[in-house]
Nanobody, 124 residues
Framework: QVQLVESGGGLVQAGGSLRLSCVAS????????MGWFRQAPGKEREFVAG????????SYADSVKGRFTISRDNAKNTVYLQMNSLKPEDTAVYSC?????????????????WGQGTQVTVSS
């Protein structure tokens, strides 16, 4: 069982930055690939970024490439999402998820555990 708790969301102006954190419970954090997903009102949840177990591989949605960076610190059981050059269309609830897998999956159905999410609002 893994519990995930996100933090770092908030209100920011367009062009600004935020860093999201997701802390995991348990001693097997390094066995999970981690992902960040987001869901805007009236839209389906979408993949934002993913990182492999040891952090050697990352994957990004085209809409955030070059602006967002995912990273992890297995010693701290934490995964991060650094978000720069934020746009109003980035406004959503951002959730982290854990996937007991050796590869990064973009489908939310592959993920085993989810956090409750943190709201990110970007004003124009």
């Amino acid at each position: 069982q893994v519990q995930l708790v996100e933090s770092g969301g908030g209100l920011v102006q367009a062009g600004g930055s935020l860093r999201l954190s997701c802390v995991a419970s348990g001693r097997t954090f390094s066995g999970y690939a981690m992902g960040w997903f987001r869901q805007a009102p009236g839209k389906e949840r979408e993949f934002v970024a993913g990182i492999s177990r040891r952090g050697g591989d990352t994957s990004y949605a085209d809409s955030v490439k070059g602006r967002f960076t995912i990273s992890r610190d297995n010693a701290k059981n934490t995964v991060y999402l650094q978000m720069n050059s934020l746009k109003p269309e980035d406004t959503a609830v951002y959730s982290c998820a854990a996937d007991w897998a050796a590869v990064i999956h973009v489908s939310s159905e592959q993920y085993d555990y989810w956090g409750q999410g943190t709201q990110v609002t970007v004003s124009s």
